[in-house]
C-alpha cells in the first residue's frame, strides 16, 4: 500500500557529499518514523538515523556530527545529507518507514529498494 523510492546515490571520494531523498507514495494516511539503514558486505543491516513525529531524530554514533536527517511531510520525504564521507560509509542505503495506508488502520513497516553508496579512499 506505500511504496518508498530512494534516490541520490552514487560514487564519490572521501570527504565528500552526498544528499539521499526517499519519496512515500501509495495510499498513505500517516508517517510517524523515518529511517534510513544501511547494510555492508558481510554487515546486518543496521539504523544510520531516524527521525519520527518530524522532530525527535537519532543518529547512530558513528555518523553523528557528519550525517543529518530531515523530513519534508508535505512531500512524504525523508532526506539523508550525508557530508564528510569515508570509506566505511560504504553500503547500500535501505529506506524505511511506519506508516498507516487508511484511516482505522494500524501502522505497518515498510521498506524501500536501497541505494548504493560507494565512497572511495
Known amino acids: 500500500q506505500v511504496q518508498l523510492l530512494e534516490s541520490g546515490g552514487g560514487l564519490v571520494q572521501a570527504g565528500g557529499s552526498l544528499r539521499l531523498s526517499c519519496a512515500a507514495s501509495?495510499?498513505?494516511?500517516?508517517?510517524?518514523?523515518m529511517a534510513w539503514y544501511r547494510q555492508a558486505p558481510g554487515r546486518q543491516r543496521g539504523l544510520v538515523a531516524s527521525?519520527?513525529?518530524?522532530?525527535?531524530?537519532n543518529y547512530r554514533d558513528s555518523v553523528r556530527g557528519r550525517f543529518t536527517i530531515s523530513r519534508d511531510n508535505a512531500k512524504n520525504t525523508v532526506y539523508l545529507q550525508m557530508n564528510s564521507l569515508k570509506p566505511e560509509d560504504t553500503a547500500v542505503y535501505y529506506c524505511?518507514?511506519?506508516?498507516?495506508?487508511?484511516?482505522?488502520?494500524?501502522?505497518?513497516?515498510?521498506w524501500g529498494q536501497g541505494t548504493q553508496v560507494t565512497v572511495s579512499s
Open positions: 524505511n518507514a511506519d506508516a498507516i495506508a487508511s484511516y482505522g488502520g494500524n501502522y505497518a513497516n515498510y
Open positions: 501509495g495510499s498513505i494516511f500517516s508517517i510517524n518514523r
Open positions: 527521525i519520527t513525529g518530524g522532530a525527535i531524530t
